[in-house]
């Protein structure tokens, strides 16, 4: 469904601003208004004229006073609360670091995005999932139950851990026993963090082809057994559909402390993985990047750890994020590359290979090791399923777009990321099971064929 004209108007809006060069235009005062709650008020982008690298932008950040929303190496986009302007001001008049203000209100483009989906939703029947629109938690689960009952035992939904709030976190097992043989063994995580609402959808999209498209059930899956994750974080997930600032919100829902502010809840659940846990994380509760008290505190964590750890040593491993067009892969606490590092470069070039030919040459990723390309993070789910579970190939996949519409991707851009996000998996798991649409004696075959 096409975005409402208001919708339009906002992000082309936010467009123009995003991309006003750094200049002398000066922060609006700030208007308190007591009678909208603290989850209503607004949230700024700023065009901040330094890397997050910078020693006071990295402070800032895991003080949880400023959220990334973009990043190179000479310039930053980041998000900040209404009433932490004057903190986060002071601090950079202090370092001479130039700034402005890029969007005034970030939730007016949240509340359009809100007011467009609602109007667009309607009551649908539970297997009729569709990928034009973000769904609700409930929808999404309802999607799984009937998967669950319709596909004569090949799609299983086990449940791996029940939230602080009381969600199941639940993973779907695919695998078609009346195939014997040996079969490639292949995670695929969604939704991990709240806010990356694409994430989840091309998980599901995946999963749907795995689970109903002949032709991938054909050659794909008599050589593997797959496990998705669509909504790793569904505490989080669910709160984003709330309203206001919490379609923002990264981290999951613990309670750190009800004294503090909301955003002083919750763990970032991508920090807090038991390799080389701390590094290039917070332990500040308030930042979005908090690491938690311990290692797997968190019972999202501790239990897909678990359920990992029964599955045995993975062939792949695919965590979805958003956004920024970019194949990563470990290690992320390290600019250092890992023993096979080739071997993880081969296979994720067959995803930027499937993606530019689906999208004809329109949509480009790129691809290395994380901590190289993104600065130092640890505690993630892609290094721990690589270096303590033992995966041979392990992925974090930032999905559309590199930063215009950011966390806040179009409905109408859904149908075409999933599709293109798929014939990127299929790619690299045919390819790794040699049958299929990229199996090496093809592409073989073909080079022979061209000399
Ligand atoms: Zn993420």
Redesign the pocket.
């Known amino acids: 469904m096409p975005p409402s004209p208001m919708a339009c108007y906002a992000f082309i809006l936010v467009l123009l601003q995003i991309f006003t060069p750094i200049s002398a235009r000066l922060i609006r005062p700030v208007t308190n208004n007591t009678l909208v709650s603290d989850g209503d008020r607004p949230v700024q982008l700023w065009r901040v004229g330094a890397s997050l690298q910078h020693p006071s932008l990295q402070h800032l950040l895991l003080q949880g006073l400023i959220e990334k929303w973009a990043d190179d190496a000479t310039s930053s986009l980041v998000m900040v609360r209404e009433e932490d302007v004057p903190e986060v001001q002071a601090a950079l008049q202090e370092e001479q670091v130039e700034y402005n203000v890029a969007v005034e209100d970030l939730l007016s483009l949240v509340a359009a995005e809100t007011e467009h989906k609602m109007r667009g939703r309607r009551k649908r029947e539970i297997e009729r999932m569709d990928w034009n629109s973000y769904h609700a938690l409930e929808d999404i689960e309802g999607y799984l139950g009937w998967l669950n009952a319709s596909t004569n035992g090949v799609v299983q939904v086990l449940s791996a851990a029940t939230t602080q709030e009381g969600r199941p976190v639940y993973v779907v097992r695919v695998n078609d026993r009346g195939a014997t043989g040996p079969k490639k063994r292949i995670w695929i995580e969604g939704g ?2 709240a806010r ?1 609402w694409i994430s989840p959808a091309a998980t599901t999209f995946i999963l749907h082809q795995v689970a109903t498209n002949p032709d991938w059930q054909r050659t794909i899956l008599p050589h593997t057994e797959w496990y998705f994750v669509p909504v790793a974080n569904p505490d989080g997930y669910a709160h984003t559909f709330t309203g206001g600032r919490a379609r923002l919100w ?1 981290k999951n829902r613990r309670v750190n402390d009800n004294a503090l502010p909301d955003r002083c809840n919750g763990v970032d659940l ?1 920090r807090n993985w038991d390799l080389k846990w701390g590094v290039g994380a917070s332990q500040n509760p308030c930042s979005e990047l908090y690491m938690g008290e311990v290692p797997f505190s968190e019972a999202e964590t501790t239990g897909l750890k678990y359920f990992m750890e029964r599955v045995g040593p993975l062939d792949l491993f695919i965590t979805f ?2 956004y920024g067009q970019s194949v990563l892969y470990p290690w992320g606490w390290t600019k250092d590359p890992p023993k096979n590092a080739k071997m993880l470069h081969r296979v994720g070039r067959r995803f930027l290979e499937a993606v530019q030919h689906v999208s004809k040459g329109q949509v480009d990723y790129t691809l290395g090791g994380s901590g190289a390309m993104l600065g130092f993070a640890s505690g993630a789910t892609d290094d721990w399923a690589y270096g303590a579970l033992g995966a041979k190939h392990a992925y974090t996949i930032e999905l559309r777009d590199t930063g215009h519409y950011g966390f806040l991707l179009p409905e109408a851009q859904i149908g075409s990321t999933v599709r293109e996000t798929a014939a990127g998996v299929q790619c690299m798991v045919t390819y790794m099971i040699n049958n299929g649409v990229c199996a090496r004696r093809r592409r073989n075959a073909r080079n022979r064929n061209n000399v």
Do not use: G, L, M
Request: hydrophobic fraction near 15%; charged fraction near 30%; avoid cysteine.
């Open positions: 991990i963090h990356e990264r991508n994020h958003s």
